[in-house]
């Protein structure tokens, strides 16, 4: 024969209250709440962020090599300029949608 199912325990606290406080009703089911796309291209995004840490990189290596970091930085501009397009394109990407 099927034994009926058992009672839940009652929960004993230290205190003697023998209830649990703290913990929130989950209440009704709510349904996710859908994401809208982002504005923009994530494509330009993508590179402009990729010129920018390959502008950073180049630019610690070029710094590295010499010794002077402004005087490094004034005879070699390309890594500054990698990292001015990089700049500029991802401001595009964020606002232009291809």
Known sequence: ??????KPKEHQDEWGTGAR?????????RETRVRSKEPGSSLL????????VG????????VTR???????LQQNRGP???IGLGVVISLLGK????
């Open 66 to 72: 010499g010794g002077d970091v402004v005087s490094a």
């Open 80 to 82: 500054v300029a990698i």
């Open 45 to 52: 995004r993508t590179i402009g962020s990729c010129c920018i």
């Open 21 to 29: 406080e703290g913990y929130e009703d989950p209440g009704v089911f």
């Open 95 to 98: 606002y232009l949608r291809l």
């Open 55 to 62: 502008g950073i990189f180049w630019a610690v290596y070029v």
């Open 1 to 6: 024969m099927a034994q009926p199912p058992s």
